[in-house]
């Protein structure tokens, strides 16, 4: 039978790290002689058995808490971790054993901007760009007008990274993902710890790459009114397991009704997972 | 197919990024430049008026060369630490690139840097020692091939050096410095290798540096024809073919070692 390819697919993909444990008590001194010698390891599941398909075109949100295991799982896709079972295709190609193909098609922006500090954004973009293959000049081009369209002025791309505020670091780190036109496009919680103003022109970035419909994008987020106005399709992820997976309305039919407000995303998250989010930044 | 004219592009990605770097760091850029002169002054006064000019020039040339081979060694290892905390490693990462591209332009830029540098101090130099130092029998081919043989050595080890940042960006930078004493040790930077203890002797023979220092110190105080070094150079060369492969081959083991344990996330 023939499977159909989609943009991105996840089967089954588990991620364990080790780690090592904190005591239960104040240790004796021939205690942590023996855990110098013998370190006692604990596993985190951090991903534990996802699968998801995503179609060009879709934006696919993962819901969850801390450490639930979302920038895991966005690692794994974007070949920075390796995983211990399962596989990762995306558009029909392996992402372990055809990683390079792979990393030519995808970018990703994270929570944390990461770039040379006392460098400038022009700098730090045209580095990026020429890891792509990207001259400097079309890189220098491409970026200023993705950062016209975020709402940065292009005027300020030769001060120092250092000197930017964060919502402008992130909106740099948006250029740098888009620089190189993604086929495949990971956003790990890019509106996390914004000013309401770079979250709102953020937001607005996103929606105008989802109306192109011309790639896949995954987001994470813990921002359900995020989620419920970008994503096509949301999955809840709990202790790196999804606990449920479906369009927003499907997702809010699952909670049960209530009698005087309509339901949220944040009571069906409540309802399926007994935890509030991170409060403050919803 | 590896497109040698597209990587040649890729890997001057690394080098316009580091000298960009350095244009920004420019004041701790001078304040190093200084420690290595005063390094190589404290040095060869050591001898100044209790040996000839020629012992002089001896352990100055000592100073250089080491200042140099360490820049070999370092650099590398300096810009995959650099990285780690900037957290941009997960991007070079990420980026559609060979991992001998990316480590090709950054071992370029060592051998840029480390002339750069060198090559000024060493034209300081004249300016404190006067005719202490006399660079009249000097015979600069040479040293020039000296340099360059054995540059080859040096990017291995420096690229063996580079996996203890990958791996651990807190203590990587002390493991390259626990390695460079061992061979500043060993090599007879300062003094001639037989008056090490006999059993260190043996490791002084496969340390590269032992001959980089014998053919340059041959080249800077007895005017040595490149013929007369043949020997010497010929096991440099075989050390440098030996040390890269298997320095790349030991990052790449310690690359898929970090993505298979998690080591190269910083947060988030
Ligand atoms: N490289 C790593 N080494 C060890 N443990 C890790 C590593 N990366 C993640 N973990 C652990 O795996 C679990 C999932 O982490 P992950 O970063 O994927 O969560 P997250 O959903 O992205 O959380 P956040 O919202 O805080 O970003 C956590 O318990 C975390 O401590
Ligand atoms: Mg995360």
């Not at chain 1, 896709?77 to 558009?91: K, R």
């Amino acid at each position: 039978m023939e499977t159909p390819i989609y943009g991105l697919t996840v089967r089954d993909v588990t991620k364990h790290f080790k780690r090592s444990k904190k005591p239960e008590h104040k240790l004796r001194f021939f205690e942590k002689i023996k855990r110098i010698l013998k370190p006692e390891k604990e596993i985190i599941r951090a991903v534990d058995g996802i699968s998801l398909d995503v179609n060009i075109g879709e934006i696919y949100g993962i819901l969850g808490a801390n450490g639930s295991g979302k920038s895991t799982l966005i690692r794994l896709i974007s070949t920075l971790l390796l995983p211990d079972s399962g596989t990762i295709h995306v558009f029909g190609d392996d992402v372990v054993s055809n990683s390079m193909k792979v990393r030519r098609v995808m970018n990703r922006v994270s929570v944390e901007a990461s770039f040379f500090k006392r460098l400038s954004s022009a700098e730090n973009l045209i580095y990026a760009a020429r890891l792509y293959g990207i001259s400097s000049s079309e890189a220098h081009k491409k970026a200023e007008s993705i950062l016209e369209r975020l709402g940065f002025e292009a005027k300020r791309m030769d001060e120092e990274m250092e000197a930017l505020s964060r919502g402008m670091q992130q909106k740099v780190a948006i250029a740098r993902a888009l620089l190189t036109t993604p086929m495949l496009l990971l956003l790990d919680e890019p509106t996390t710890g914004l000013d309401p103003k770079s979250k709102r022109d953020v937001q607005a970035f996103i929606e105008e790459i989802r109306n192109d419909r011309n790639a896949v994008i995954v987001l994470t987020t813990h921002d359900m009114v995020e989620a419920e106005r970008l994503c096509d399709r949301v999955a809840i992820i709990d202790n790196g397991k999804f606990i449920a997976d479906g369009t927003v309305k499907e997702l809010l039919a699952m909670a049960p009704p209530k009698e005087k407000t309509t339901t949220t995303l944040e009571d069906v998250f409540i309802y399926l997972t007994g935890k509030e989010l991170e409060e403050g930044d919803a | 197919m590896l497109n040698i004219r597209r990587e040649t592009i890729i890997s001057y990605a690394f080098i316009e990024r580091n000298f960009n770097l350095l244009k920004r760091y420019l004041n701790w850029e001078i304040l190093f430049f200084s420690y290595s002169i005063v390094n190589a002054l404290t040095i060869g006064l050591i001898m100044v008026g209790r040996g000839s000019s020629q012992d002089v020039l001896y352990l100055v040339i000592g100073a250089l060369i080491w200042g140099f081979l360490s820049i070999m060694m370092r650099e590398v290892s300096d810009a995959i630490t650099w990285e780690r905390w900037e957290g941009t490693i997960e991007y070079t990462f990420m980026a559609p690139i060979y991992r001998i591209t990316h480590l090709v332009g950054s071992c370029f830029f060592a051998i840029l840097y480390g002339l750069l540098r060198t090559g000024l101090v060493l034209a300081i130099m004249p300016l404190f020692f006067g005719e202490h130092i006399d660079l009249g029998s000097a015979n600069w081919f040479t040293m020039g091939v000296t340099v360059c043989v054995s540059s080859l050595s040096f990017i291995g080890i420096g690229l063996m050096a580079a996996i203890f940042p990958l791996l651990s960006p807190e203590k990587g930078q002390a493991a390259t410095g626990i390695l460079q004493s061992v061979l500043l040790l060993i090599s007879g930077i300062y003094y001639d290798i037989t008056v090490l203890p006999d059993w260190l002797q043996p490791l002084s023979h496969i340390s590269p540096a032992t001959y980089t220092l014998r053919s340059i110190r041959a080249a800077m105080l007895e005017n040595a024809s490149i013929e007369s070094q043949a020997g010497n150079l010929l096991l440099l060369l075989v050390i440098g073919i030996v040390l890269i492969p298997f320095g790349f081959w030991i990052f790449h083991l310690a690359e898929n070692y970090a993505k298979r344990v998690g080591r190269l996330k910083r947060s988030g």
